[in-house]
């Protein structure tokens, strides 16, 4: 029977029938779709043929007409990609040292406790998905414009996609940063009519205020000081395409106005033009902000938002669709890892798993990357990770310790609590801002309070939070 975990299928080798039922009970409720075998025989053919496409495999060393250890050979002499755990009722070292060398992903021991058997299939089910992809090679790689992923939130984006690229309405995406604006706003843009046509990104946050009116519509030659030449402005440069608007929520309320004005008129005029020039752009924007908020902070134009967001698309953060971290982990090993690129070893895979990766897509193809240049022999072992994946999806954070010095000091109680709950404070806040990589939403949401108790903080401490993010190239 087929789970939520759509393609992850495992195979219980058992011929105690009792514990083959226990394990397919306890399978079967995670979402796996569990296929049964009490004894060889089968299997081989079906190796023999080539049509096994089990993830893991769950397999007794004591079968009665063959070893476990002998089918395990066999597994991997044919090519199966599949992560084989081994079960036995013996706890020696020397059985496990046997099944390891033979090419087991790991072994468990009867009576096999529930927990242990839920993590240990699910890390074999990671490794063997990102086997799997890496083995498919560079020729199957997803394009700038495909979505990776197999979750069910990427299943319904997809979908969304799909359907909305071919009306020509505005769409607003709204997600945290990171999760791949950009490539859903090119992949609108190739799945519509206007795809051929250029397609213009434009990121409104990093502009200078005083430039981004000829960013957007352009200048003519001499209109201010050291406008040199003419310059016709990404609207005129998307003309018959897509304009894709990053970050709008920062957007300067002026420019809000003329941006607006653009939409409702289907014209622009360049800045020291005489006459307007019609232009034919779909505007797909997107932002990190809760506009709703920047609207009653009078921040954002309720009238522009309304312009903007015909159509929105929402984009998960990676904590929300966890599946899909192997298959974007192995997608960035084929692009930056080169014609052979390495294999993660299981302990470095299940540490990117269990990593909530609040800087989202962006952050985990950054830490391919980092892991890419320490990897040693073809193996990405859990070394070659950034240090800070130490921190696990729990969001929890190491409390910093407090220093011994004020005790030793005998200073006044009042006096005594103050320092160390300043110095406390600031180390928190310290810590949050490295896991959150110098974002104050995300920071904000790690420490439970509100961005703008968060930024009292962080002046009173005199932190800035871009000390604290990562570069990203």
């Given at each position: 029977?087929?789970?939520?975990?759509?393609?992850?299928?495992?195979?219980?080798?058992?011929?105690?029938?009792?514990?083959?039922?226990?394990?397919?009970?306890?399978?079967?409720?995670?979402?796996?779709?569990?296929?049964?075998?009490?004894?060889?025989?089968?299997?081989?053919?079906?190796?023999?043929?080539?049509?096994?496409?089990?993830?893991?495999?769950?397999?007794?060393?004591?079968?009665?007409?063959?070893?476990?250890?002998?089918?395990?050979?066999?597994?991997?002499?044919?090519?199966?990609?599949?992560?084989?755990?081994?079960?036995?009722?013996?706890?020696?070292?020397?059985?496990?040292?046997?099944?390891?060398?033979?090419?087991?992903?790991?072994?468990?021991?009867?009576?096999?406790?529930?927990?242990?058997?839920?993590?240990?299939?699910?890390?074999?089910?990671?490794?063997?998905?990102?086997?799997?992809?890496?083995?498919?090679?560079?020729?199957?790689?997803?394009?700038?414009?495909?979505?990776?992923?197999?979750?069910?939130a990427m299943r319904k984006l997809a979908a969304a996609i799909e359907q909305?690229?071919?009306?020509?309405?505005?769409?607003?995406?709204?997600?945290?940063?990171?999760?791949?604006?950009?490539?859903?706003?090119?992949?609108?843009?190739?799945?519509?009519?206007?795809?051929?046509?250029?397609?213009?990104?434009?990121?409104?946050?990093?502009?200078?205020?005083?430039?981004?009116?000829?960013?957007?519509?352009?200048?003519?030659?001499?209109?201010?000081?050291?406008?040199?030449?003419?310059?016709?402005?990404?609207?005129?440069?998307?003309?018959?395409?897509?304009?894709?608007?990053?970050?709008?929520?920062?957007?300067?309320?002026?420019?809000?106005?003329?941006?607006?004005?653009?939409?409702?008129?289907?014209?622009?005029?360049?800045?020291?033009?005489?006459?307007?020039?019609?232009?034919?752009?779909?505007?797909?924007?997107?932002?990190?902000?809760?506009?709703?908020?920047?609207?009653?902070?009078?921040?954002?134009?309720?009238?522009?938002?309304?312009?903007?967001?015909?159509?929105?698309?929402?984009?998960?953060?990676?904590?929300?669709?966890?599946?899909?971290?192997?298959?974007?982990?192995?997608?960035?090993?084929?692009?930056?890892?080169?014609?052979?690129?390495?294999?993660?070893?299981?302990?470095?895979?299940?540490?990117?798993?269990?990593?909530?990766?609040?800087?989202?897509?962006?952050?985990?193809?950054?830490?391919?990357?980092?892991?890419?240049?320490?990897?040693?022999?073809?193996?990405?072992?859990?070394?070659?990770?950034?240090?800070?994946?130490?921190?696990?999806?729990?969001?929890?954070?190491?409390?910093?310790?407090?220093?011994?010095?004020?005790?030793?000091?005998?200073?006044?109680?009042?006096?005594?609590?103050?320092?160390?709950?300043?110095?406390?404070?600031?180390?928190?806040?310290?810590?949050?801002?490295?896991?959150?990589?110098?974002?104050?939403?995300?920071?904000?949401?790690?420490?439970?309070?509100?961005?703008?108790?968060?930024?009292?903080?962080?002046?009173?401490?005199?932190?800035?939070?871009?000390?604290?993010?990562?570069?990203?190239?």
């Amino acid at each position: 029977m087929s789970g939520a975990r759509g393609q992850r299928r495992v195979l219980v080798v058992e011929d105690d029938v009792e514990m083959a039922r226990m394990l397919e009970r306890q399978l079967d409720h995670e979402g796996y779709d569990v296929e049964i075998a009490h004894e060889a025989t089968g299997l081989l053919d079906r190796l023999g043929l080539g049509i096994s496409d089990w993830e893991v495999v769950l397999l007794d060393v004591g079968l009665p007409t063959m070893s476990g250890v002998e089918l395990l050979k066999i597994f991997r002499q044919r090519g199966s990609l599949a992560a084989i755990v081994m079960l036995t009722g013996d706890d020696s070292a020397a059985t496990a040292t046997t099944c390891m060398r033979a090419g087991a992903f790991h072994y468990l021991i009867k009576p096999i406790e529930p927990r242990e058997l839920s993590i240990v299939v699910e890390s074999a089910a990671r490794h063997s998905t990102v086997r799997r992809r890496m083995l498919e090679g560079p020729a199957t790689t997803p394009t700038a414009t495909s979505l990776v992923g197999a979750s069910a939130a990427m299943r319904k984006l997809a979908a969304a996609i799909e359907q909305v690229a071919v009306h020509d309405v505005s769409v607003l995406l709204r997600g945290e940063s990171g999760t791949g604006k950009e490539v859903v706003a090119r992949a609108l843009h190739e799945r519509s009519p206007r795809r051929g046509q250029p397609f213009v990104a434009v990121n409104c946050s990093a502009i200078p205020e005083t430039l981004i009116d000829s960013e957007l519509f352009g200048h003519t030659r001499g209109a201010f000081t050291g406008a040199t030449a003419d310059r016709p402005g990404v609207f005129v440069e998307a003309d018959r395409g897509t304009l894709f608007l990053d970050e709008i929520g920062d957007m300067p309320m002026h420019v809000q106005a003329r941006l607006l004005r653009v939409l409702q008129e289907s014209e622009v005029r360049s800045i020291g033009a005489s006459g307007s020039r019609k232009i034919d752009v779909r505007v797909i924007a997107a932002t990190n902000v809760d506009l709703e908020a920047a609207i009653a902070q009078q921040r954002f134009r309720q009238d522009l938002f309304y312009r903007l967001h015909v159509v929105t698309l929402e984009l998960p953060p990676l904590r929300e669709r966890r599946d899909d971290i192997p298959l974007l982990a192995a997608h960035f090993l084929h692009k930056h890892g080169g014609g052979s690129p390495p294999q993660f070893t299981p302990e470095a895979l299940d540490a990117i798993a269990a990593f909530d990766w609040p800087g989202n897509v962006r952050e985990l193809e950054n830490a391919v990357l980092h892991a890419l240049a320490f990897q040693r022999e073809g193996t990405i072992a859990i070394d070659a990770l950034p240090a800070y994946l130490n921190v696990r999806a729990s969001g929890t954070v190491p409390l910093p310790r407090v220093p011994e010095v004020i005790v030793d000091e005998l200073l006044p109680l009042t006096e005594a609590k103050r320092r160390v709950n300043a110095t406390f404070e600031r180390a928190y806040l310290i810590k949050v801002l490295e896991i959150g990589n110098g974002s104050i939403s995300e920071a904000a949401r790690i420490a439970g309070i509100d961005r703008t108790n968060l930024r009292r903080l962080l002046k009173r401490h005199e932190i800035e939070p871009d000390d604290y993010r990562r570069r990203r190239d």
